[in-house]
């Protein structure tokens, strides 16, 4: 029996995924294989020598130790795509908020009651929340992960005219993407030419502040500018001082902090993206999805640490490697096998920069002498057994 360790609520969708005759869930484990999270914060945890994985009902790691899940071999999962739709649509509304000015315009309509003649002065205050409309604006989308795609292709269905930037844009993204949008080669070309800007790519150590003073020197006036992906994107500073030179007209933001509290330029949002009882319940699921999957079969997808890999399992016995990607990795592991009378009757092998993963199938089980072997080849870092 496999234990979880829930840290947050999480739809019971998962019990379909992790069959309580396998998994035990619970938020009161002191030894457990696998942790599924949300939003509590992991990096003061201490990890039991037993940890296997970590999958994030979302997207966003930042509350998980990615590098030091890496060194102790704890595969981390994400959920890429699963609230897509839900953050997508808040994208769109946000957008729609900023350009025709709804949230000021309906507080000052709410505070007309107990006034007289209400109707009259509805007409005679509307003019000052005019707000331009979309169709025919020019929107730069940077990031054209699962997000990005959606919120590209639902804008030039809206009939607005899409450039798309991501250096990174794989051939499967590509074919996601409606055959109007304009691909930016430079992003500097989505801060000269667009009206709306939206972000979609992840927070690091290259992304940190990628929005800065440089970029906002680029922009034309009265630009909106739309985070959905993460608040340290942007530099607040220099996101202040363009609001101040009407540089940009409103900043649409679901991760505000406290600096951005009080400006009427800018739409703070609860971080609500994939607040929608569809994208809570489909994180969940993929969660849960990941894990068995990688716990039952050693089968990888959707690791932010490790590489994809995985190899039809048949029922025969499963050898599991967790290993640097160093030369002669698997040349050291396959000889071990070899020179116990071990047959391999399967094996693939993948790599993601300086970690590597190998799943062998084997003609028999594998007993601990021989696993110590494995273990103690340099630059091993995990060894699993699966038989099921």
Known sequence: MYKINKLNAISDAIYN???????????????????????AKCHDMQFPKELLAIARAGAGVNNIPIDRCTKEGICV?????????????????????????????ANWAQGLKGEEDVPALVEKGKKQFVGPEIY??????????????????????????????????????AWMLDQNITRAVKIETIF?????????????????????????????KSVVLLN?????????????????????????IDFPDADMLGSENILAIPHLGASTP???????IMAAQELNNYIKYGNILNSVNMPNCSLPYTGNFRLTFIHGNEVNMV??????????????????????KEVAYTIIDTNKAVDAAIIKQLEDIPGIIRVRTIEN
């Open 17 to 39: 995924y992790l069959p309580k005759d396998e998994y035990e869930v619970s938020t009161e484990f002191e030894n457990f294989e696998a942790i599924i999270v949300r939003s």
């Open 77 to 105: 999962f994400n959920t890429p795509g699963a609230n897509a739709n839900g953050v997508k649509e808040l994208v769109i509304a946000g957008m729609l908020a900023a350009s025709r000015n709804l949230v000021p315009a």
């Open 136 to 173: 025919g604006k020019k929107i730069g989308v940077i990031g054209l992960g699962a997000i990005g795609a959606m919120v590209a292709n639902s804008c030039s269905k809206l009939g607005m005219k899409v450039y798309g930037y991501d250096p990174y844009l794989s051939v499967e993204a």
């Open 192 to 220: 000269t030419e667009c009206d709306y800007i939206s972000l979609h790519l992840p927070l690091n150590d290259k992304t940190k502040g990628l929005i800065g003073e440089d970029q906002f020197a680029m922009m034309n």
């Open 228 to 252: 959905f992906a993460r608040g340290g994107l942007v530099d607040t500073k220099a996101l202040m001082d363009a609001i101040s030179s009407g540089i940009i007209s409103k900043y649409v």
């Open 278 to 284: 569809e994208s809570e319940e489909n994180c969940a």
């Open 331 to 352: 040349g050291q592991i396959t000889k071990v096998l070899a020179d116990n009378g071990v047959n391999i009757e399967d094996m693939i092998n993948k790599s993601a």
